[in-house]
């Protein structure tokens, strides 16, 4: 009892303090949470208008029922919002869809453009990282790394570190100085992009060619 | 009565005037040296951190200065840290809703305000032994004064990097017919070094004057 009693004697601002702190961060949260949001959506609609130049607007399959799962840490399945981007002649000029995995500092989040067929990246960009400035967030804007991407198949990604004169289109080179960023891009986009496409043509959204 | 209200004038005077200079936390207290170097490239960034540690600086020394004689000494650095982390998150928060462009500019640097020492130094050498007042004047004082060194550096370095300040053209490109060729070094971390290098000797060569 005695030990209680010495335990609230020194600790009830702490205790008292975390609640109201807990209270003002919910408070904001909630109020600019909504802005944070769009702003999101915002800038995710830039990025893939940027990848996918011909598209004038997206279309959302999950407004048309479909939902797409994919399998996320520990076995989970996590759902992914895919695109379907539509030219001013209404016809499908290409997919982007988001995806997220672990990078060095902290998750990087992308969004990821493939042609009409599902055959081929388009490119990617990133929508949310915290990796470390000067290092690992050259993933946001090295071209040399970016350009990669484009063009190279929509299937499962090798990264590679040096570069070979054999390269296959489907090996990417890593950042030197960036390299665990850079390859948690690749790794990001090869599992996603895989199980999407196995998904997308279960479902006959695209072909099966190849 | 008079001499009372005089000498507190004369306190808050000097107390301001000290986040300005005598004791300004960048060049001369030497405190908060990671966002000094990191996100001073150009005057935008700078002056949106300086901004939000003004903020964050003022809220906390308020809520320590209010709860100063309730605080347990063992307890109050965890204390410190509690109330500077929520108005750090708050400030986070208000960024990403209303400037999200600088707030994925400064990117982990606005959450990394919570481990800056001008903030929990203000805490504990001020703010936890003063009244509201002296708390809430040095908060501004040393909050502008981290604020306009931080946009000294970021202005010297912005102008010899790319010519602009506030991305206005100052001075006209060589590229586009001027007299200017932009020093790129200058917006790498190597440029913030020497920057601060020069402006701290330039600072205390002016101090050495005075006195």
């Known amino acids: ?210 | 009565m008079a001499n009372d209200t005089k000498a507190a004038a004369c306190l808050y005077k000097q107390t301001l005037l000290a986040g300005l200079w005598r004791e300004n936390p960048v060049f001369r207290l030497l405190l908060g040296m990671c966002p000094t170097l990191a996100v001073t490239a150009a005057v935008k960034p700078a002056l949106t951190m300086g901004l939000s540690v003004i903020f964050v600086l003022l809220c906390s020394n308020i809520v320590v200065s209010l709860m100063r004689n309730l605080l347990k000494p063992h307890l109050r650095i965890l204390m410190f840290t509690l109330t500077i982390a929520t108005f750090v998150t708050i400030a986070d928060l208000f960024l990403k809703a209303f400037v999200p462009v600088m707030s994925e500019r400064l990117g982990p640097y606005v959450p990394l305000i919570i481990v800056n020492c001008i903030i929990i130094c203000r805490a504990e050498a001020c703010a936890s032994k003063n009244n509201l007042v002296v708390s809430i004047i040095d908060a501004l004082g040393m909050g502008v004064g981290f604020t306009l060194a931080l946009c000294i550096l970021a202005g010297v370095r912005e102008l010899l990097a790319t010519g602009t300040i506030f991305e206005i053209q100052i001075f006209a490109l060589a590229e586009k017919g001027g007299w200017f060729v932009p020093w790129a070094a200058m917006s790498m971390p190597v440029g913030a070094f020497i920057t601060l290098g020069l402006l701290l000797g330039l600072v205390n060569v002016v101090c050495k004057r005075k006195s």
């Open chain 1, 1 to 210: 009892m005695l030990k209680i009693k010495h335990f609230i004697q020194q600790s009830w601002l702490l205790i008292i303090s975390s609640f109201f702190f807990g209270l003002l961060i919910a408070i904001a949260n909630a109020r600019w949470s909504d802005e944070i949001e769009q702003n999101r959506i915002d800038k995710l609609n830039h990025l893939t208008v940027a990848l996918l130049p011909e598209a004038k607007h997206f279309i959302d399959l999950d407004t048309l029922g479909i939902e797409i799962e994919i399998e996320a840490s520990k076995g989970k399945r996590k759902k992914i919002k895919v695109y379907k981007a539509v030219s001013g002649a209404d016809e499908c000029v290409g997919w982007s869809f988001n995806a997220a995995g672990q990078g060095f500092q902290d998750k990087i989040e992308l969004v990821i453009a493939v042609d009409k067929d599902f055959q081929k990246l388009a490119g990617f960009d990133v929508l949310a990282s915290n990796e470390t400035p000067g290092l690992g967030d050259k993933i946001k804007y090295d071209d040399d790394y970016r350009a990669q991407f484009k063009g190279a198949p929509a299937g499962k990604l090798e990264a590679v570190r040096t570069l070979d004169a054999k390269k296959k289109r489907s090996q990417i080179v890593v950042i030197s100085g960036a390299t665990v960023s850079s390859e948690a891009v690749v790794k990001i986009i090869s599992n996603s992009i895989t199980q999407i496409k196995k998904q997308m043509q279960e479902k006959g959204l695209i072909g099966n060619g190849k």
